[in-house]
């Protein structure tokens, strides 16, 4: 959001940082000097401590001077052919944040003058602007709404707007006719507030009549606005990273696919991005969160994809000087050891780490560049903007603006948090305009003793970016004054504000005497106006089954796209069934892909056929496979069964994994039929594709072990058909997870299925592969599997090979130790006869054994380790230092990373995404990625800390939030190792606040091999 976690880190624009790792000790002094005038004489001499640059400390923190408007205009660069026009600015607006144009083309804007100290004194406004005579600026502005706490959005309806101030959402209206909002009433209530950056936030309307909004915190959310109805949900349990929405005619919330933090754009045909502060510019939100709720027998990929291009996607160009206090926290940092990200070496910009307001441009009257989003970056003060190209069911974000930005300004009071499409073809940027952007808790206190963080309380200002030579378009903006003929045309307008504000009116004003009008608009306007009417009509509830039909055959396929998606609603009608069966064959993907959703709300034999026709033609798209897995339950098996016969088709790489998940939707179901099918299909698949075979069987084998009920006793009890082929393919698995030769996939796939089986036959397979000659990928699945065993020999087995395991084997070995207590007991009897030493547990581990241990195992605990301290992370990043002077060997570091970083980092087609995309993180130069490496839990991004759960056996475990839903989490650990837990098994989960990624690597990774390292990830062309 616009109000920022972790501080932003800069890139050197020459090349030569990047083929080079030679870094002069003196650098953080010399940006100083470059910067803020520090003596040049102090970029020659080593850096020193903090307590020698007392002398320069007024300088590196002297507050920066506000600029007026017209000097503030001057210092805005921007992208060749643009300008920015000022539309408001002081008295008549302070601190904007959010932006929404009514249909008479009046401007409400959220005011956040009590941030960030003062949400208590109710500062903050909604202030509502009017241009009165047409020249593009605002001249005359009413307090709409005053006496608010914690404003950051604004929606309009009905008149009114709806209001999004944390932990409600209120709606307010002017009745009178005198600008101010007579009328307050709450809507919603019960968001929580876990961040202050985190609030509720980007209400927007959509295609379907609802309001969509961000609540990155989640909470229990209550409408309260609205009578009770039949069929109307008034009260949800919306999850951490979710979305929401809610009809504003009835108040029926639901909880959507999300992942954002400040920032949801639409593009025009219905497609939602979003962006997450420092972690991703920008998201896509791919598939709608009710269709993947449908089966919860699967573990589905987040719907939040990032999209920003792989290349030098997180980088961006600032013009603003570095704000001296930056400076003075990152000498403090990396000389004191004091928490929070290193900035790149001490450069203080260069990424995405305030990414705020993304946007998708959806006007007429810039050049075209095909679909583009612009995304705020508050701390570098710029706006960065990317053309989408579509590949496949995902757009990728492609840079438009070489090595500058689309809105850049020499100013550090410019904060653009956030964008807005206009009446007139153009954006319109709400710049807060203050002094301090920041988190307290990062400006170090010498600076806030100086700093005045309310400053700017009394200025803001709104901008318009135009191309050169604009002229306001003449055309209408009170769109309220039209006629129901009139509002039907707009819906296929060029600008997109005139489509969407049309389509507002018509849902709202629901009049039968349009319904002929739309009806003819969906035969014969313009795509964009044949997909918008096709919408009114569904959202009035006035759309004929007729119309529908000709929709679904519409020759433009994203009209038939959203036709289909609409079809939902009328699937009781036969005709309607069958063109919905035919469209499993259509030409364009996102036809089938929308398709395949939607046939999962027909349990018919025709519904079944058409999903595994578009599984046999799309096996090779994972966000077709997600649809179709989505549409599995109560017909799994027969889906396996059509599948299985299909020889080249299963032969596919992609084929195992999503007949694992059709055999799990199966077993988790636990119907006779359609167990009995899958089993029936192994014979076939097993002389097909043994792999297929293998994944196949797991999967259902896996969730009739875990429940043991009567589909067990009946297929998987002893003698019964499916434990007979179970023993086949359990020595299969031991076969190929012993295996050298066999790829790494493998032998981790072979092991997942040793975890349901017998004691018996796994444990000498798992006890034989923690030998440390095995490779460190093979002893953590080895380990994982074999800690979901509550056998007695399973930790003193671990114990015993612990000396000789790698950090990375280490990490997953005290997971097993701290997973039950009677390994907790045998842990601590080690420490305690000094066979283990209390410093190779990492801090995370520490604390989760403080925490969970229970009696007399906590009191040993607290005895052992309350007072060992942790190894000192400043005096290994301190001796580490040299590996930024030597000459490294990109080979040799290509097998460090491999061997030690490839667990949870993607790179250059290697290793699991686990961890925050490298692209960021490379950009913070090699200081800051050794820093990461050496202290990771130095600052921890909240989507990537690591959870503790304590489950009812008594068994705790841990990774990252990957997902969660009203019924289970899914925790995800290093290698992609998954674990999906129903909360009805959890009785307590924590933050433990640290990484992931475990402390300790210097015990295995030399001063060279660091060195190796840095250059293989920051050789030429990384």
């Known amino acids: 959001m616009l109000f920022r976690i972790r501080s932003c880190s800069h890139r050197e624009s020459s090349s030569r940082q990047r083929n080079t790792l030679k870094i002069a000790p003196g650098w953080f002094v010399a940006l100083a000097a470059l910067v803020l005038g520090v003596p040049d004489a102090a970029a020659q001499s080593p850096l020193p401590r903090l307590d020698r640059l007392e002398q320069e400390k007024e300088k590196l923190i002297r507050r920066?001077?506000?600029?007026?408007?017209?000097?503030?205009?001057?210092?805005?660069?921007?992208?060749?052919?643009?300008?920015?026009?000022?539309?408001?600015?002081?008295?008549?607006?302070?601190?904007?944040?959010?932006?929404?144009?009514?249909?008479?083309?009046?401007?409400?804007?959220?005011?956040?003058?009590?941030?960030?100290?003062?949400?208590?004194?109710?500062?903050?406004?909604?202030?509502?602007?009017?241009?009165?005579?047409?020249?593009?600026?605002?001249?005359?502005?009413?307090?709409?709404?005053?006496?608010?706490?914690?404003?950051?959005?604004?929606?309009?309806?009905r008149g009114g707007v709806f209001v999004a101030a944390s932990p409600d959402i209120w709606y307010m209206k002017d009745t009178d006719g005198d600008g101010r909002a007579d009328l307050r009433r709450k809507a919603l209530s019960g968001f929580r507030v876990i961040y202050s950056t985190h609030p509720v936030a980007c209400l927007r309307w959509y295609f379907d009549g609802r309001i969509y909004g961000v609540a990155r915190s989640g909470g229990t959310v209550r409408s309260l606005m609205w009578p009770k109805q039949h069929g109307v949900t008034h009260q949800v349990q919306l999850p951490m990273y979710h979305h929401f929405s809610f009809d504003p005619r009835t108040g029926d919330l639901r909880v959507e696919s999300g992942g954002g933090q400040f920032g949801l754009g639409i593009a025009p045909w219905g497609e939602m991005f979003t962006c997450a502060n420092n972690s991703y510019p920008l998201l896509q939100l791919v598939y709608p969160l009710r269709y993947v709720r449908r089966n919860p027998h699967v573990s589905f990929p987040r719907p939040a994809v990032p999209i920003f291009d792989p290349d030098k996607g997180m980088e961006i160009y600032r013009r603003s000087p570095v704000e001296g206090w930056r400076v003075l926290r990152q000498l403090r940092r990396v000389r004191d050891n004091l928490p929070g990200a290193d900035e790149a070496g001490g450069r203080p910009s260069g990424t995405f780490t305030a990414a705020s307001g993304a946007t998708i441009y959806t006007g007429d009257q810039y050049p075209r560049f095909g679909l583009t989003a612009l995304i705020g970056d508050t701390t570098s003060n710029l706006i960065h903007r990317k053309r989408l190209v579509r590949q496949g069911v995902l757009y990728r974000g492609k840079r438009i603006d070489r090595e500058s930005e689309f809105l850049a300004s020499e100013e550090n009071w410019f904060r653009p948090v956030m964008m807005t499409n206009s009446p007139h073809g153009v954006l319109?940027?709400?710049?807060?305009?203050?002094?301090?952007?920041?988190?307290?808790?990062?400006?170090?206190e010498e600076a806030l003793r100086v700093i005045d963080l309310t400053a700017g309380r009394d200025r803001g200002r709104i901008w318009r970016i135009v191309p050169r030579g604009y002229r306001q378009p003449k055309r209408p903006v009170d769109l309220t004054r039209l006629t129901d003929a009139q509002l039907v045309a707009l819906l296929g307008h060029p600008n997109g504000w005139h489509r969407l504000t049309a389509h507002r009116l018509l849902v709202q004003r629901n009049h039968a005497e349009a319904v002929p009008l739309l009806e003819r608009q969906v035969r014969q306007g313009p795509p964009l106006g044949r997909m918008l009417a096709l919408w009114v009509l569904r959202a009035t509830g006035r759309l004929r089954p007729e119309v529908l039909l000709e929709a679904m055959q519409d020759k433009h396929p994203r009209v038939r796209e959203h036709a289909v998606e609409v079809a939902q609603a009328f699937l009781e009608h036969e005709a309607v069934r069958r063109r919905l069966y035919r469209l499993a064959d259509d030409s364009e993907l996102l036809v089938r892909y929308r398709t395949a959703f939607v046939l999962g709300e027909l349990p018919t034999p025709e519904a079944t056929a058409a999903l595994v026709r578009i599984a046999l033609a799309d096996v090779d798209q994972p966000w077709v496979r997600v649809a179709v897995l989505s549409s599995a339950p109560g017909r799994a098996g027969r889906m396996v069964a059509q599948l299985a016969r299909r020889a080249s088709w299963v032969r596919h790489p992609q084929a195992p994994e999503?007949?694992?998940?059709?055999?799990?939707?199966?077993?988790?179901?636990?119907?006779?039929?359609?167990?009995?099918?899958?089993?029936?299909?192994?014979?076939?698949?097993?002389?097909?594709?043994?792999?297929?075979?293998?994944?196949?069987?797991?999967g259902l084998y896996a969730p009739l072990a875990r429940r043991r009920g009567p589909a067990w006793r009946r297929f998987a009890g002893?003698?019964?058909?499916?434990?007979?082929?179970?023993?086949?393919?359990?020595?299969?698995?031991?076969?190929?997870?012993?295996?050298?030769?066999?790829?790494?996939?493998?032998?981790?796939?072979?092991?997942?299925?040793?975890?349901?089986?017998?004691?018996?036959?796994?444990?000498?397979?798992?006890?034989?592969?923690?030998?440390?000659?095995?490779?460190?990928?093979?002893?953590?699945?080895?380990?994982?599997?074999?800690?979901?065993?509550?056998?007695?020999?399973?930790?003193?087995?671990?114990?015993?090979?612990?000396?000789?395991?790698?950090?990375?084997?280490?990490?997953?070995?005290?997971?097993?130790?701290?997973?039950?207590?009677?390994?907790?007991?045998?842990?601590?009897?080690?420490?305690?006869?000094?066979?283990?030493?209390?410093?190779?547990?990492?801090?995370?581990?520490?604390?989760?054994?403080?925490?969970?241990?229970?009696g007399e195992l906590r009191s040993r605990a607290e005895k052992l380790l309350g007072a060992t301290p942790a190894a000192s992370r400043a005096d290994v990043v301190a001796r580490y230092q040299a590996a930024l002077r030597l000459e490294g060997d990109p080979q040799r570091g290509k097998q460090v990373f491999a061997k030690h970083c490839a667990a949870c980092h993607r790179f250059r087609g290697q290793g699991y995404a686990l961890a925050p995309p490298l692209e960021g993180v490379l950009n913070r130069g090699p200081a800051g990625v050794l820093l990461d490496i050496l202290d990771p839990n130095r600052q921890v991004d909240p989507e990537f800390v690591n959870y503790t759960v304590l489950l009812d056996d008594g068994r705790t475990t841990s990774g990252i939030l990957a997902e969660e839903t009203p019924s289970h989490i899914t925790l995800r650990r290093g290698q992609d190792q998954q674990e999906r837990l129903p909360r009805a098994r959890i009785e307590a989960m924590q933050n433990t606040g640290t990484s992931l990624m475990p402390e300790g690597l210097e015990q295995q990774i030399s001063v060279q091999q660091m060195a190796d390292l840095l250059s293989y990830l920051f050789q030429s062309g990384s």
């Open 428 to 444: 319109y940027v709400a710049d807060m305009y203050r002094e301090i952007l920041e988190y307290i808790g990062s400006i170090p």
């Open 64 to 157: 920066v001077p506000p600029r007026s408007p017209q000097e503030s205009q001057q210092a805005l660069h921007l992208a060749p052919g643009f300008e920015a026009q000022l539309v408001a600015a002081e008295p008549l607006v302070y601190d904007p944040v959010d932006l929404c144009f009514d249909a008479r083309g009046r401007l409400y804007v959220c005011e956040m003058r009590s941030w960030p100290l003062d949400a208590k004194k109710r500062l903050c406004r909604i202030r509502l602007l009017e241009d009165t005579d047409g020249d593009g600026r605002m001249d005359r502005a009413t307090v709409f709404a005053d006496q608010l706490a914690f404003p950051v959005s604004v929606c309009c309806y």
């Open 658 to 698: 999503f007949l694992q998940g059709l055999a799990r939707t199966a077993g988790g179901e636990g119907r006779a039929e359609q167990i009995r099918q899958v089993i029936d299909s192994l014979e076939e698949l097993q002389r097909l594709e043994p792999t297929a075979a293998l994944a196949t069987a797991r």
């Open 718 to 854: 002893e003698g019964g058909p499916l434990r007979k082929l179970m023993q086949r393919v359990f020595d299969q698995a031991k076969r190929l997870a012993r295996d050298a030769s066999a790829p790494l996939a493998q032998r981790r796939e072979a092991l997942q299925t040793l975890a349901v089986a017998p004691w018996e036959e796994a444990a000498p397979v798992l006890r034989e592969l923690l030998d440390p000659r095995q490779p460190p990928q093979v002893q953590v699945a080895a380990l994982n599997v074999l800690g979901r065993f509550s056998r007695p020999e399973v930790g003193q087995w671990v114990l015993q090979r612990f000396a000789a395991f790698s950090p990375q084997v280490k990490q997953a070995a005290l997971d097993v130790l701290l997973g039950r207590p009677e390994r907790v007991a045998l842990l601590l009897r080690w420490i305690e006869q000094d066979r283990l030493r209390a410093n190779q547990l990492t801090l995370s581990h520490r604390r989760r054994l403080l925490r969970f241990a229970r």
